[in-house]
T-cell receptor
Framework: DAGVIQSPRHEVTEMGQEVTLRCKPI?????LFWYRQTMMRGLELLIYFNNNVPIDDSGMPEDRFSAKMPNASFSTLKIQPSEPRDSAVYFC??????????????FGPGTRLTVL | EDKVVQSPLSLVVHEGDTVTLNCSYEVTNFRSLLWYKQEKKAPTFLFML????IEKKSGRLSSILDKKELFSILNITATQTGDSAVYLCAVGALNNAGNMLTFGGGTRLMVKP
């Protein structure tokens, strides 16, 4: 199994540009999580999907952030317009289990985003 | 609001020492507590604990959960330089939206030769 796949691994962009981060969860996993990690704030959960449906997006910082999961094998996290304070490592993780249960999450390698 | 607090924030030991990392939590509808190790890249899973008093063990690492006092400890015996990492504690709780995972701030462990 290839594990959780994220792309790109690194992204450098200028303030105001649109950024799209991509994630392919482990096959058979039906929960997908987007996290952001910074030195100042640590690891934060942004949004969580179960069976392709967004369950809780209370961690999404503001309207500039949006996430979609059009099918069980693909999700995107979009930032438009990007700002320097969005610079962070963005992790995608997946797990098994239905809403109402909890299982181990497997993390992707992360996307390091730098907004200049 | 759910809260997970880890201590100490950082720790420096020498190879061969034993360390104990702490994680305390305040969550509603607790389901599980997880320990992760994060080196330079993504977190990797160590343990998941759901029941009090049952020790989970993997080599030199072990962990136990106390659901009455709301904490967990992660022990590492005979530490090695390869144990140097940030250790993250996360608590899974069931809320109205479903499953939520709240992470602590981590303990940064440095093992010197």
């Amino acid at each position: 199994d290839a594990g959780v796949i994220q792309s790109p691994r690194h992204e450098v962009t200028e303030m105001g540009q649109e950024v799209t981060l991509r994630c392919k969860p482990i096959s058979g996993h039906n929960s997908l999580f987007w996290y952001r990690q910074t030195m100042m704030r640590g690891l934060e959960l942004l949004i969580y999907f179960n069976n392709n449906v967004p369950i809780d997006d209370s961690g999404m910082p503001e309207d500039r952030f949006s996430a979609k999961m059009p099918n069980a094998s693909f999700s995107t996290l979009k930032i438009q317009p990007s700002e320097p304070r969005d610079s962070a490592v963005y992790f995608c993780a997946s797990s098994t289990g239905d809403r109402g249960s909890y299982n181990e999450q497997f993390f992707g390698p992360g996307t390091r985003l730098t907004v200049l | 609001e759910d809260k997970v607090v880890q201590s100490p924030l950082s720790l420096v030991v020498h190879e061969g020492d034993t360390v104990t990392l702490n994680c305390s939590y305040e969550v509603t509808n607790f389901r599980s507590l997880l320990w992760y190790k994060q080196e330079k890249k993504a977190p990797t899973f160590l343990f998941m604990l759901t029941s009090s008093g049952i020790e989970k063990k993997s080599g030199r690492l072990s962990s136990i959960l106390d659901k009455k006092e709301l904490f967990s400890i992660l022990n590492i015996t005979a530490t090695q330089t390869g144990d140097s990492a940030v250790y993250l504690c996360a608590v899974g709780a069931l809320n109205n939206a479903g499953n939520m995972l709240t992470f602590g701030g981590g303990t940064r462990l440095m093992v010197k030769p």
